[in-house]
């Protein structure tokens, strides 16, 4: 029950208890510091201005800078006076690196989840993945699921924006150009990545389209997760994907959270579900 004090009477409601989960954003990425660098170096940014970093390939799926793996190794010792159960991890590179700095070493030597649908915005190369067979054999010790569903599952953070017409019309074009399955999977950064940039500004995912994926997880964890698992339970994303996910309310035309809440590099957060 929640107890409230009015005046000289106390009210009992009974109500339904929640459980704190526990929200992290990934460390300090390399695109992350690079970004910062070349906003420093110049003395304003204009929209539709990608400052040579927003969609240079050298930072698809990169990991964490330096900066961003001291991040993670202060978090990790926050951590260790905290029991955990289970960790669920978003499959780009900056979130797997930050899981493993922080629960590696962990007491409770918790499990690792991989799933797609808590992937960031497609808004930079950063958010493009590499070959998911790849990343399996990076972390052979998480266990991924949800790929499979996939017809390519290495664009999995292209089936997860949930245009359907936009991923109809990446995959025709990367199947006109290609034959083989082999050749789509690795020829789909690239030709992403191209549309990304002429689409900017504008951003593929909308931001209604975010929101419900993180509502999504939310009914995921409390519905199906919460009532089978003891102890806490960790939710290892992005900036966008856990701001709209810890948000109670959107803008009715704009779809942004009333009250924003993004998170710091390696901030840990606990949340009621």
């Known amino acids: 029950y929640q107890r409230r004090v009015h005046g000289d009477i106390t009210f009992f409601n009974w109500m339904k208890p929640q459980t704190l989960i526990t929200v992290i954003r990934h460390g300090e990425s390399a695109f992350n510091l690079a970004w910062k660098e070349a906003v420093l170096a110049v003395k304003e940014v204009k929209p539709g201005e990608d400052l040579g970093v927003k969609f240079n390939m050298a930072y698809i799926d990169c990991g964490l800078s330096p900066n961003g793996i001291e991040q993670c190794l202060k978090a990790a010792e926050a951590m260790k006076q905290v029991s955990i159960n289970l960790v669920y991890s978003s499959p780009l590179r900056r979130c797997l690196q930050t899981t493993q700095l922080i629960f590696g070493s962990h007491p409770d030597r918790p499990k690792v989840i991989v799933v797609p649908f808590i992937k960031e915005v497609m808004s930079s190369s950063c958010d493009i993945a590499v070959n998911i067979e790849h990343v399996k054999k990076e ?135």
């Open 139 to 273: 972390y052979p010790h998480f266990e991924f699921q949800g790929f499979e569903r996939y017809r390519y599952p290495s664009l999995w953070y292209l089936y997860e924006t949930h245009r359907e017409e936009y991923i109809n019309k990446m995959l025709t074009e990367l199947e006109d150009t290609y034959e083989t399955h082999e050749e789509r999977e690795a020829q789909g950064p690239t030709l992403i990545l191209e549309h990304m940039r002429k689409a900017f500004p504008e951003c593929i995912e909308t931001q209604w389209g975010i929101n419900k994926r993180a509502q999504s997880t939310k009914a995921f964890l409390r519905d199906e997760v919460i009532p089978v698992t003891d102890g806490k339970i960790v939710l290892m994303s992005h900036s966008r994907l856990l701001e709209a996910f810890v948000a109670d309310k959107y803008h009715e035309e704009t779809g942004k959270p009333i009250v924003p809440r993004r998170l710091n590099n390696a901030e840990i957060f606990d949340l009621p579900l």
